[in-house]
């Protein structure tokens, strides 16, 4: 069946460091790839997403790019604020409407 | 973008009894709708999904009985819990799909449980 890896947590930087949380993924057929943000006593927001192998997703300074040679979604940022700190979710869907998640990984930046 | 909301954003209740939540479609009419329950500090598990008209199917080791589930128009899903225990504490989050529409869910906020 189809499964998400993410790099596990915490992630600790300081403020305006560089970030790249890992997400590795194997599906059947050719899935959409998302990136989820939850921020600490919320709900699940999107954060990115892309459909098709080598589109990008970007939003808020966050990029990460479909690369199906090595089934990957990486999230990345290039200078990550104290505001970003939440867990981040990597997840797909393939044909049907099923969402396959990863564990979640927990950011915390600190000033 | 799609919003989905539920309804309460958090509840208290007394161990025994029930507990409604609501999960709403608020611009478009959702075909499917997905039932989650996240434990602290881990990722969402999927308890069941639930199309229009149709009875829900729930995943493996989530008591159909304990956990009802009413979809009742393409735009309101109910989420009750029965017979509340403190373990069904929880974070209980609601998503919406439409067929035919972009291909991903649509989250509402959640709802916090806490059964004394």
């Known amino acids: 069946g189809d499964s998400v890896t993410q790099m596990e947590g915490p992630v600790t930087l300081s403020e305006e460091a560089f970030l790249t949380i890992n997400c590795t993924y194997t599906?059947?057929?050719?899935?959409?790839l998302f990136w989820y943000v939850q921020y600490p006593g919320e709900g699940l927001q999107l954060l990115l997403k892309?459909?098709?192998?080598?589109d990008k997703g970007s939003n808020k300074g966050f990029e990460a790019t479909y690369r199906k040679e090595t089934t990957s979604f990486h999230l990345e940022k290039g200078s990550v604020q104290v505001s970003d700190s939440a867990v981040y979710f990597c997840?797909?869907?393939?044909?049907?409407?099923?969402?396959?998640f990863g564990g979640g990984t927990r950011l915390m930046v600190k000033p | 973008g799609a919003v989905v909301s539920q309804h309460p954003s958090w509840v208290i209740c007394k161990s025994g009894t029930s507990v409604k939540i609501e999960c709403r479609s608020l611009?478009?009419?959702?075909?499917?709708m997905f039932w989650y329950r996240q434990f602290p500090k881990q990722s969402l598990m999927l308890m069941a999904t639930?199309?229009?008209?149709?009875?829900?199917?729930?995943e493996q080791g989530v008591e159909k009985d304990k956990f009802l589930i009413n979809h009742a128009s393409l735009t309101l899903s109910t989420l009750t819990v029965t017979s509340a225990h403190p373990e069904d504490s929880s974070f209980y989050i609601c998503?919406?799909?439409?067929?035919?529409?972009?291909?991903?869910?649509?989250f509402g906020p959640g709802t916090r449980l806490t059964v004394l």
């Open positions: 998503s919406a799909y439409l067929a035919g529409g972009p291909n991903e869910q649509f």
């Open positions: 599906a059947t057929g050719y899935p959409s």
């Open positions: 892309a459909t098709k192998a080598d």
């Open positions: 997840a797909l869907i393939t044909g049907g409407n099923m969402l396959t």
């Open positions: 611009d478009f009419q959702a075909t499917t």
């Open positions: 639930s199309n229009e008209g149709s009875k829900a199917t729930y």
